[in-house]
């Protein structure tokens, strides 16, 4: 038995290494590609592991474009303002949800479950966004995804977590249900709210699939649209896209301005998550158990 268990975790070591190494090795060879010099690049023109020269000149360049500054403004703005609105509307849907006194929580309940279970298609959700009048608005990739079925549910089995006596006692100290929700419940549900913070700002930071459908304009195009016009091949510059004016410099070569453009778009996330680190484990897991 101790034979067959050593032999086990030297397989799982070994599989486990090599998925490693496969996840990161593209990610190491994005970003040693985006700070090597555009002469070494063109004078290798092939795979580089390790820049001889390191350059930040595409990371310079492409900050200064107003089209990439653009994008990441408006990524920053649904990454933001989308994300409070959605814990706001997800938090307050929930919390209503676990109190049992509500009338109507069980047709709620179900409604919301019907919305997880069944989808209505692209089609109806183009239509609803075009007939709310929000074609080639930012709105149109926050309103209709404004909140998840499966995310309120989670956060509503948090809430039944926290004792009844907490909010008989508020009450008894004068507040009424909005001044528990605030002053109290949203304080005790830091974790949470870290938890599906992170996952709603994540979502709006890597918005593309509604922007294709919704977003006609370069003008308003989040990054990961810019970015998807920028990894194409070069003919979409010259079509008149935001990507135009990335791709347009003869000195720098595409393949480090992809790579930096790639780099800079994911480094907010990479910041975020171990800042809310402590927080994210404790409210993924907070509520699963009842007592």
Do not use: C
């Not at 920053?76 to 929580?105: C, D, E, P, Q, W």
């Amino acid at each position: 038995m101790a034979t067959e268990n050593k032999a086990f975790g030297v397989i799982n070591g070994i599989a486990l290494s090599v998925i490693s190494v496969l996840t990161i090795f593209p990610l190491y060879y994005v970003f040693m590609v985006s700070f090597t010099d555009p002469s070494e690049y063109i004078r290798k023109q092939g795979f580089i592991l390790f820049p001889e020269q390191w350059s930040m000149v595409s990371y310079k360049y492409i900050l200064s474009t107003s089209s990439y500054l653009n994008a990441t403004e408006i990524s920053t703005f649904l990454a933001t303002v989308g994300t409070l609105l959605s814990l706001m509307v997800t938090a307050s849907l929930a919390y209503g949800l676990s109190r049992k006194r509500l009338k109507i929580r069980k047709p709620l309940m179900m409604m919301i479950l019907i919305t997880i279970l069944f989808s209505p298609g692209i089609i109806p959700h183009y239509i609803l966004v075009r007939d709310l009048g929000l074609i080639n608005s930012v709105w149109s990739l926050i309103i209709p995804v404004l909140s998840s079925g499966w995310y309120v549910f989670l956060m509503k089995s948090f809430f039944d977590s926290i004792p009844p006596s907490l909010e008989e006692a508020a009450m008894i100290d004068g507040y009424n249900d909005f001044g528990v929700f605030f002053r109290i419940i949203l304080p005790l549900s830091l974790p949470a709210l870290a938890a599906f913070g992170l996952f709603y700002a994540v979502g709006y930071w890597n918005t593309y699939f509604s922007a294709v459908l919704y977003i006609n304009v370069s003008s308003k195009w989040p990054l990961q649209i810019l970015l998807q016009n920028i990894l194409i091949d070069s003919s979409t510059s010259s079509q008149g896209s935001g990507a135009a004016e990335l791709m347009n410099e003869q000195q720098l070569p595409a393949q480090t301005l992809k790579m930096a453009a790639i780099v800079v778009a994911t480094i907010p996330i990479l910041i975020i998550y171990p800042l809310l680190q402590k927080h994210f484990a404790k409210g993924v897991m907070l509520g699963s158990i009842k007592e």
